[in-house]
């Protein structure tokens, strides 16, 4: 299948093909490669093909609202929140705005509504957010949360009150471009993972100052604790502390689309890769999710990201229809909804 390149990376990618499971230094070879070489290429079309034999042409439709905004203390540099550079002294989305969401997603199809915070938003917020957004929620959707570090405590009252996972990531830089800690940030995910939560990832924000070590440790943990969902998302520069970093093109987003996709070999509890931003060549290499977005957002200076950065949910639905998808995956066991 992969005559025509490097005996070491064709050894691998055929080893993932296989359904066998893959060593941290093999995934570190496939993030080293070269993003224009007939091996990356390689790589991007494995992954498409254990994608699409995991999970045939079945997509994943997910939309996420922020819910809230002000100066945000982990400060991060590449998140427009930051406290260093967010003049906002307070933003909040009335509560019709939440139910607005949840009626344009009513029947399109959406497995999971996720409300996002800064890292800390009140817990009273989250809960009465919650509260709030169970009232509209569609049939067939779950109710996530992106949110700061919590305790043990807050994470089994939130599944109470409806909850049934978390978008939480150890990102690239926490502790540098962050003022989180590392170990608050995998201790969370444990309590979650503990609860019997979702726990939703992302190898992010990637520039091109990230090692491929860097990479391939973040990507090893969300194996290492079995993620049900996983992602690459390149780090769009929204902040004058991020202006000269640059950002990796679509090609290499793409090249590492098809890493997590081989790397996640052997991890029975993943549902789905997904590429943020929204883009195609993300899609040909192996995710099969995507995300509409309303609200504020984190990589936009706008407080409606659907009129700005943010894709609309008809923009996703065609998206996934034009990568060759035929059908939406819904929560709760509900019957997939084909994209038409």
């Known amino acids: 299948m992969f005559e025509c390149i490097d005996s070491k990376i064709r050894a691998i ?24 070489s007939m091996e990356a290429d390689a790589i991007r079309q494995a992954g498409r093909y254990v994608s699409r034999k995991r999970f045939g042409r079945r997509a994943m439709l997910l939309c996420q609202t922020g819910v809230e905004a002000f100066p945000c203390s982990a400060d991060c540099q590449f998140c427009s929140f930051g406290k260093s550079h967010f003049s906002e002294e307070l933003w909040k989305i009335p509560e019709e705005g939440i139910h607005s969401v949840n009626r344009q997603i009513t029947g399109k199809g959406v497995f999971s509504h996720f409300l996002l915070f800064m890292h800390n938003s009140l817990f009273e917020t989250l809960l009465s957010s ?27 009252e939130l599944k109470s009150a409806g909850v049934t996972g978390f978008y939480h990531v150890m990102r690239l ?17 444990e309590f979650l993972k503990q609860e019997g939560l979702d726990w939703y990832t992302c190898c992010e924000p990637v520039g091109p100052e990230h090692s491929a070590e860097e990479i391939a440790e973040q990507i090893w943990l969300s194996r290492e604790l079995s993620c ?36 996640m070999v052997g991890n029975k509890e993943l549902s789905s890769i997904a590429v943020h931003e929204p883009d195609l060549l993300g899609l040909y290499a192996g995710a099969n999710c995507i995300y509409a977005e309303f609200g504020v957002n984190p990589r936009d200076t706008e407080k409606e990201t659907s009129k700005s950065r943010g894709f609309s949910i008809e923009k996703c639905r065609d998206m996934l229809k034009d990568s060759g998808f035929v059908s939406l995956m819904q929560a709760g066991g509900e019957k997939d909804i084909l994209l038409q």
Request: aromatic content about 0%.
């Open 130 to 156: 919650v509260e709030k957004a169970k009232k509209s929620l569609p049939k067939g959707t779950n109710l996530v949360l992106n949110c700061g570090d919590l305790e043990h405590s807050q994470v089994a």
């Open 228 to 263: 049900f969902q996983n992602a690459v998302m390149r780090r769009i520069c929204v902040t004058s502390a991020m202006s000269g970093r640059g950002r990796i093109s679509l090609l290499r987003s793409a090249q590492l689309v098809a890493v997590v996709a081989l790397a």
């Open 173 to 189: 830089g926490e502790e540098i471009d962050t003022t989180l800690k590392k170990k608050d940030r995998i201790q969370t995910i």
């Open 13 to 36: 990618v055929e080893k993932a093909c296989s359904d066998i499971p893959l060593s941290k230094d093999e995934v570190l070879a496939l993030i080293k490669t070269d993003e224009a």
